[in-house]
T-cell receptor
Framework: AQTVTQSQPEMSVQEAETVTLSCTYD???????LFWYKQPPSRQMILVIRQEAYKQQNATENRFSVNFQKAAKSFSLKISDSQLGDAAMYFC?????????????FGEGTQLTVNP | NAGVTQTPKFQVLKTGQSMTLQCAQD?????MYWYRQDPGMGLRLIYY???????DKGEVPNGYNVSRLNKREFSLRLESAAPSQTSVYFC???????????FGDGTRLSIL
């Protein structure tokens, strides 16, 4: 079974600065998807960015980008020019393409605080 | 566009009571999922339905049952609620293949 580990329970960043959230995963599969979800206090789960394992190019979405290191099984999220609205719990998630249902396996989450 | 709608948003139960959490999506998605979220942990899959007419156990299915009523609706039932089932429950759906899951706003369930 796959596992996802987020080793930073809490992180903080000053407004307008850059922060990187870490995620590692364990799998024996060669093809899969990785995601970062944001959960603000409203409890909504909001997709931030996704990466297909077969793509070597790191995904980017505006101020959000990832550093995907397939051999190291690492998938970190970089938030540039941090804004107060970025404060939330961030979850890394893995999706198998080989098991039925394409279920998501989540990490424990990282609580991000943005200081004004 | 409603997306994924969960009802109720909050519920308090007594131990031993039964309860059905409702989930409906209006995006014509094929797959639907139920997760629970406990403090300090990520979401864990309870049950899922890969397509209409099928359901399968996830990581933590004990104490729960599900029904995929039709393509739109996927309900989660607690037959005899236990305090260990106090959690926030999320429903999600996905259209197909490489599409991401869309989540509802969650149901906060407390069992006394």
């Amino acid at each position: 079974a796959q596992t996802v580990t987020q080793s930073q329970p809490e992180m903080s960043v000053q407004e307008a600065e850059t922060v990187t959230l870490s995620c590692t995963y364990d799998t024996s599969e060669s093809d899969y998807y990785l995601f970062w979800y944001k959960q603000p206090p409203s409890r909504q789960m909001i997709l931030v960015i996704r990466q297909e394992a077969y793509k070597q190019q790191n995904a980017t979405e505006n101020r959000f980008s990832v550093n995907f290191q397939k051999a190291a099984k690492s998938f970190s999220l970089k938030i540039s020019d941090s804004q107060l609205g970025d404060a939330a719990m961030y979850f890394c998630a893995y999706r198998s393409l080989e098991t039925s249902g394409s279920r998501l396996t989540f990490g424990e989450g990282t609580q991000l605080t943005v200081n004004p | 566009n409603a997306g994924v709608t969960q009802t109720p948003k909050f519920q308090v139960l007594k131990t031993g009571q039964s309860m059905t959490l409702q989930c409906a999506q209006d995006m014509n998605h094929n797959s639907m999922y139920w997760y629970r979220q406990d403090p300090g942990m990520g979401l864990r899959l309870i049950y899922y339905s890969a397509s209409e007419g099928t359901t399968d156990k996830g990581e933590v299915p004990n104490g729960y049952n599900v029904s995929r009523l039709n393509k739109r609706e996927f309900s989660l039932r607690l037959e005899s609620a236990a305090p260990s089932q106090t959690s926030v429950y999320f429903c999600a759906s996905r259209w197909w293949a490489n599409q991401p899951q869309h989540f509802g706003d969650g149901t906060r369930l407390s069992i006394l």
